[in-house]
C-alpha cells in the first residue's frame, strides 16, 4: 500500500520520468510504466555464460557471468537515465535503478553463489567534484534487493585521464591501464566477485579492473552494468 505521507510528498514535489519527462504516478519509481515497457533491454541475465557482454571481457578476463540492464546509445531516449545519474547529481537513480534490475534479474539466477558486490572506482577527486560514486549507487541498490555485501575499499582508482566517452577502443584501453590499484586482497580473496559499472563500451574499464581483482586470487569474477554498448 502507498502511504498517506508518500502520496503526501507526490502531491508537493512531482516527479518526472527521466526518459520522457511525463510525469510518474505515486507507484512508479525510477521511470514511468511506458518506458520501462520499452527500455531496450539486453536480456543478458538469461544466458549470463554466452552473451555478448562476456565475449567482450574473455579475451583477457576469465569472465564466469556478466549482464547489463538495456543497450546502450549515445544521445538515445534510453541514455538519459545515464547522463541524469552522472552529470546532473541524481545518486538516487543509481540505487534506484540497481534495485530495480536486480529484482527483475534474480529469477534468472544471476547472484546465486555472488559473494561481493565491488563498484569500480573513482579517484578521490574526481568522487569529490561529482559528490558521489555512481557505480558505488548502483552497488547499494543491488544490495538492497539481494542482500550481497559490498566491498567499496578494496580497491581504489589511481589515476583519471579524462572521460572514457569520445575515446576509441585503442584509446580506452591506454586510458587505464594501470590506472586501478588492490589495496586489500583479504577482501577478496576466495570470493565471487561481481563487478560493477555503469555503461559498458569497450569493457576496457571493466578489464582493468578485473585484471587487478585476479591478484587476490578470487573464486571467480563477474560483470554488470546499467548500460552496454553494442559496437
Not at 2 to 29: H, N, Q, W, Y
Not at 85 to 112: D, I, V
Amino acid at each position: 500500500m502507498i502511504s498517506f505521507f508518500k502520496r503526501l510528498a507526490d502531491l508537493i514535489s512531482p516527479r518526472a520520468c527521466p526518459v520522457c519527462g511525463m510525469r510518474m504516478t505515486v507507484t512508479e519509481e525510477v521511470l514511468c510504466a511506458s518506458c520501462n515497457r520499452h527500455l531496450p533491454r539486453t536480456f543478458f541475465w538469461e544466458h549470463p555464460l554466452d552473451n555478448e557482454m562476456a565475449k567482450t571481457c574473455w579475451i583477457q578476463i576469465p569472465v564466469e557471468k556478466a549482464a547489463a540492464l538495456f543497450y546502450y546509445e549515445a544521445q538515445s531516449e534510453a541514455s538519459r537515465l545515464i547522463y541524469q545519474l552522472k552529470y546532473k547529481g541524481h545518486p538516487e537513480m543509481g540505487e534506484q535503478l540497481g534495485k530495480m534490475t536486480a529484482e527483475e534479474m534474480k529469477e534468472s539466477g544471476f547472484f546465486e553463489g555472488i559473494d561481493a558486490l565491488v563498484p569500480v572506482p573513482l579517484t578521490p577527486e574526481r568522487e569529490q567534484e561529482r559528490g558521489y560514486n555512481q557505480s558505488m549507487e548502483i552497488a547499494m541498490g543491488i544490495h538492497h534487493a539481494t542482500g550481497i555485501p559490498v566491498i567499496a575499499n578494496s580497491l581504489c582508482r589511481k589515476a583519471f585521464a579524462g572521460s572514457q566517452t569520445q575515446k576509441d577502443r585503442r584509446s580506452r584501453q591506454e586510458n587505464v591501464i594501470n590506472a586501478f590499484q588492490l589495496l586489500r586482497p583479504s577482501d577478496l580473496t576466495g570470493k565471487h566477485v561481481l563487478l560493477i559499472d555503469d555503461v559498458v563500451t569497450t569493457g576496457a574499464t571493466l578489464v582493468a579492473c578485473g585484471q587487478e581483482v585476479m591478484k587476490a586470487k578470487p573464486r571467480a569474477i563477474s560483470v554488470f552494468s546499467l548500460g552496454y554498448t553494442r559496437d
